[in-house]
């Protein structure tokens, strides 16, 4: 409905009110974006009022009214591009400015876990506040670069917006980022010919050349900060779905890939690699905890993904990482449960075989195999631990999976629902796993934090060598609260064991 024109002009004035108390508590311009978009699901978005984003954390969001009436549609509009912008992460505060009425909220996890719930805090928090209040848990991945993140991460929201907003051909929702991954590794390869594959018109173009033109050449950029900008743009595209398409959190991801320790040279897989995330934490690892030579990265790393989306954000986040350097990318789209081509749309491979691996790190969908995955039963095929029934679930067929792409002596970090290490119709791949391989670690993870699962997960350790005897095995379960530094602790003691 359209709104009345006093009604905006009232809008108009609380959100000047609100800049100006944002200065008053000590927040300068970079640290909020006004009109910042925030996507609900593919094809349908809003604009939140202010974001406030602080060392690329989005931190606040703040909605305007213009009338002290409206408080409570506010406070719904707030809540809901909190948690949309980041469901298994919601924005932290809300801020609800209504006429002359201000009032601050503080996410506060529920007692299953599951869900977020915003309590009213006294009074507006100032920078220092609000940043003393969250003391950022920030994995390594978000501390370095910060600035220039941020920007990355401005401009290429402006980017997408951009893009979608064409509408001759219209590049709506998942097109549009599509089309932006599009235009940024033509950019970083220094190859235009490959923009015509875009669908992104000469206007629209010139558009996006203007807007990066501040960053001069984007394939000599050192492309941490851009890829992990890049990687942040993609994240409200990852809702669930048919595939179990969601982020991974960036502790697990950091724990899984420390705990396994890539090292260089060494080939590293993930099957259902989603937009990345453990490939971008073991390309980190091997640049800094092993001082791998940047041009010998790319051709470590291997991923696929059954979904076009997920592989071409794996793709472009790697591209931008790795600029110049990722020639010998191997990322594709292909179902990571067989190494043969099945489908017709999987791409041609080369090293996509079993034993192949000297790591293999994944967060796979769980659940029923989905439909057009029938071809395994109907080929006979039945997990190795010889039970029949529920053990053709997702999970177990990608533990099968993991443990068959390794080779001996190979590592694995897997998440896990926790139903494989507790539910009784599952102990035949309990038996068969022991047998098979050595469990070192088995992390049981807070509730809530895989926001499109109702299980709850584990991040499980492996080597595919016979156990022996008196093998140890480390249990541990974390809270949401400190996850990181307790998953770090868990790592000093698992080091120490083996
Ligand atoms: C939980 S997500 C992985 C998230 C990833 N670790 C990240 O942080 O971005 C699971 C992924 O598995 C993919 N997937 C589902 N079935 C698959 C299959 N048979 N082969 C390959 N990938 C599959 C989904 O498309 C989804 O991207």
Known sequence: MPRAVGEEAREATVKRRVRKKLYELGYDDADWVEEAKVTFYPSRDGDADFLVCIGGQPLIVIEAEGDEKKFEDGFRQARAYAVAYNPENPIPFLWVAAGKL??????????????????????????????????????????RDLQLYERFLNVFQKALRIVQEQSRPNLKGELGLRSLAGY????????????????????????LDKLFEQFGDLGRHEGWAMAYGFRQIVRPFFRGGEYGRYFTPPEVIQFLVSATDPKPKERILDFACGSGGFLGQAARHLLETHKAPPDEIAEC????????????????????????????????????????????WEDEVEGFD???????????????????????????????????????????????QAIKMVKDGGRIGIVLPEGIFANAQLKPVRDWLLKTVTVEAVVSLPRGI????????????????????????????VSRKGMLNQLQEILKTLKECH
């Open 102 to 143: 201000d009032k601050m909220f503080r996410a506060q996890p529920t007692q299953t876990g599951i869900g977020v719930r915003y309590e009213p805090i006294d009074r507006l928090l100032s920078r220092e506040e609000l940043l003393d209040a969250i003391k950022i848990e920030k994995p390594e991945t978000f501390q």
């Open 184 to 207: 940024l590794m033509a950019k970083v390869k220094g190859d235009d010919s490959e923009l015509r594959k875009t669908k992104i018109t000469k206007r629209t173009l010139q558009q």
């Open 301 to 344: 790393l291997f991923g696929c993904d059954i979904d076009d989306t997920c592989m071409i954000a794996t793709r472009t986040f790697l591209e931008l990482m790795l600029p110049e350097k990722q020639k010998k990318l191997n990322i594709w789209r292909k179902d990571g449960l067989t190494a043969r081509k099945r489908f017709g």
């Open 354 to 400: 079993e034993g192949q691996f000297d790591v293999v790190l994944s967060n796979p969908p769980a659940g029923k195999l989905p439909s057009d995955f029938g071809f395994l039963e109907s080929e006979g095929y039945q997990f190795a631990g010889k039970g029949k029934g529920r053990q053709n679930l997702y999970e177990v067929a990608f533990l099968e």
């Open 450 to 477: 895989f926001p499109f699962t109702p299980s709850k997960m584990c991040a499980v350790v492996m080597r595919k060598v016979k156990p022996r005897k008196k093998r140890r095995t480390l249990l541990a379960e």
